[in-house]
């Protein structure tokens, strides 16, 4: 058996019982990190009914926290009654960067860069065939002069277009062959002076910040449509109740940041099912999030002429094919479960499951406020961990239907019942 310092045996036989019976999974799994010594699971959900484009998905999510697998199905089914949820990509450009200092003149480095251009795409001919054989490859390159903020400092910015992959190996190998290219460009061409022929390359690498990998997701349907959402308030007063909300996370970071987190809850939750990357996919939509300078609401709301429509534009990088999605045996299944869907088809499932995680969550909290739902599960995970019975839970559940919910209370409760009806 292995020894794991500091652990005892029974920390030991914890760490081993979460091991996959399958060693050649196991193996698989363990090959993504380092230093493994366990598997830590995580709930695998499901949240059905997602009409998107008049087409029906069962959306895999991946999440530790309670309620939202159940607040993203019942808003994908209050959707499903109201014509679904309408989502398009608006561009799939990927981004990266050779950052570099030169000493030169600016204005001599930007005379030549169209060579500079020529000589990038021609000498990176052999990394980028196979992208461009499936329709992708270096879409732009853009010197960018940054000497007014650091001096000499510069960079390269390409735009990538990377199809069904995330690209992030493709881009960083070009990216690298950038740094080759340029140091033999300007170190032999005759045009540059002899004091100037040193460039330093700093650091080749693929930016997570990309606003032109773009995907928006809707709903829209009459304000009278949302008559029955709750009983204490119309549609017309539910609609206006919302807008304002959204208004709210528009113009204060503060909320923005809580309204954004309920976005990613729905976000994360698929990212993390079919194998991607959500640290980027956050990273980037916070980012975006704050592109005019305040960090503002990712989702929008207009109420107007009897229409209630809301909507979400998402920067999301990512990919179905290569890295993770096809190694991890449930990444693959996700994928399978969505009807093996590309890049693109990922990125507008995933902005409507955003879309809905952000309308349950605001439609919560502008009619019965969040506690109510969020303390129905809480009173089942106190109930389970203090192993009451089928029949004392049932009792609680009716109990605490108009009380708070507290461990304490949930346990004097059951106990009580337990010395009342001792054979129950
Ligand atoms: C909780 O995980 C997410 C919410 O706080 C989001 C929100 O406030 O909009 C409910």
Known sequence: MTHYPGLGAE??????????????????????????????????????????????YAVPMVIEESSVVAAAASAAKFWLDRGGFRTQVLGTVKLGQLHFSWSGNADQLRALFPLLEQRLRADTAHLTRNMESRGGGILGIELVDLTDLEPELYQLRARFETCD?????????????????LQAFLSTHPGIPSADRQVAVIMAILSNYTPECLVRAEVKCPVTAL?????????????????????????????????NKGIYNGVDAVVLATGNDFRAVEACGHTFAARDGQYRSLSDCRVANGEFHFWLDLPIA?????????????AGLSLAILGHPSAAELMQVIAATGLAQNFAALRSLVTTGIQKGHMKMHLLNILQHIGASEQEARLAVDHFRDQVVSFSGVRDFVLDLRAKFPTA
């Open 11 to 56: 920390a030991a036989g914890i760490l081993q019982s979460f091991w996959l019976k399958d060693a050649a999974v196991q193996r698989v799994l363990e090959g993504f990190s380092e230093n493994t010594i366990s598997n830590f699971h995580l709930p695998y959900g499901i949240a059905p009914n997602f009409l998107i484009n008049d087409r029906i």
């Open 165 to 181: 992959s995330m690209g992030a190996n493709f881009i960083n190998t070009v990216l690298e062959e950038f740094g080759n290219i």
């Open 227 to 259: 008559d029955n959402v709750c009983q204490e308030m119309d549609g017309a007063t539910f609609a206006a109740k919302f807008q304002k909300a959204v208004r709210i996370a528009r113009i204060d970071p503060y909320r923005a940041t809580t309204h």
């Open 318 to 330: 990512l990919g179905t094919v290569g890295g993770l999605t096809s190694l991890h045996p449930l």
